[in-house]
C-alpha cells in the first residue's frame, strides 16, 4: 500500500494564481482532511470529508474549496493564492470520522506564495 | 471546542538522558488524546493514543504517556533517548465522537544531542 500520497511536493505560485493539491489514499478510508501547518501553530484543519460526495468546513476553510467524487480522491483547490497561503499543506485519512481513529498522514506540500 | 498546550517549544537533550514534553489540554465534552512524531521533511505519525482505560499509554518507539484527567495533561515520557528520536512532536486532541475537531498543539521540537 502506498498509503496517502500528495503532489506536489514543493510550489511556487504568484499571488492571484490558482491550484490544485493532489490527495489520494488506496487504504478504503472513509475520512479525509487537509491540515495546514504553520511555524509555531501546529497543524489546523481546513477541510474534512467523511465520505464521497460529502464535504464540510474545518476551522480555517476561508480561500480553500474541495470536493469528493471517490473514496480515493480529496483534492483542495486555492481559486485566487494569497502570501497568506503559504505555508505546508498535509492531507490525512481515517477509517472512520470517530474521534479514536488513527488518522494517517501524507508527506505534505510545501506552497510559497510570492 | 477542545484546545492544546504544549509548554516548551524545544527541548535539547543528551543522548540516553530521559525525556519528558509537556502537554496541557482543556476541553468541556469528553476526549481522546494523541502524540504525533514529525521528523525532517515528513508526514505526521501516531506514536501513541489514549481513549479509554488504563491512564498509563504505551507506544511506539520506547515512548510512553500518561493521562492525567484532574490536571488536564497527558505528557509524553521516554527512559532513554537516541539521536534518532530527533524531531518535532504534537499533542492533539479529539472530541471523543468525532475527528473533525481535532486541535493540535504547537509541537516541542526535541533535539538529542550526541
Known amino acids: 500500500n502506498a498509503g496517502v500520497t500528495q503532489t506536489p511536493k514543493f510550489q511556487v505560485l504568484k499571488t492571484g494564481q490558482s491550484m490544485t493539491l493532489q490527495c489520494a489514499q488506496d487504504m478504503n478510508h472513509e475520512y479525509m482532511s487537509w491540515y495546514r501547518q504553520d511555524p509555531g501553530m501546529g497543524l489546523r484543519l481546513i477541510h474534512y470529508s467523511v465520505g464521497a460526495g460529502i464535504t464540510d468546513q474545518g476551522e480555517v476553510p476561508n480561500g480553500y474549496n474541495v470536493s469528493r467524487s471517490t473514496t480515493e480522491d480529496f483534492p483542495l483547490r486555492l481559486l485566487s493564492a494569497a502570501p497568506s497561503q503559504t505555508s505546508v499543506y498535509f492531507c490525512?485519512?481515517?477509517?472512520?470520522?470517530?474521534?479514536?481513529?488513527?488518522?494517517?498522514f501524507g508527506p505534505g506540500t510545501r506552497l510559497t506564495v510570492l | 471546542a477542545q484546545s492544546v498546550t504544549q509548554l516548551d517549544s524545544q527541548v535539547p537533550v543528551f543522548e540516553e538522558a530521559p525525556v519528558e514534553l509537556r502537554c496541557n489540554y482543556s476541553s468541556s465534552v469528553s476526549v481522546y488524546l494523541f502524540w504525533y512524531v514529525q521528523y525532517p521533511n515528513q508526514g505526521l505519525q501516531l506514536l501513541l493514543k489514549?481513549?479509554?482505560?488504563?491512564?498509563l499509554v504505551k507506544g511506539i518507539n520506547g515512548f510512553e504517556a500518561e493521562f492525567n484527567k484532574s490536571q488536564t495533561s497527558f505528557h509524553l515520557r521516554k527512559p532513554s533517548v537516541h539521536i534518532s528520536d530527533t524531531a518535532e512532536y504534537f499533542c492533539a486532541v479529539s472530541a471523543s465522537y468525532n475527528n473533525n475537531d481535532m486541535r493540535f498543539g504547537a509541537g516541542t521540537r526535541l533535539t538529542v544531542k550526541p
Open positions: 489514549y481513549l479509554s482505560g488504563s491512564t
Open positions: 490525512a485519512s481515517s477509517y472512520g470520522a470517530g474521534g479514536g481513529n488513527e488518522q494517517f
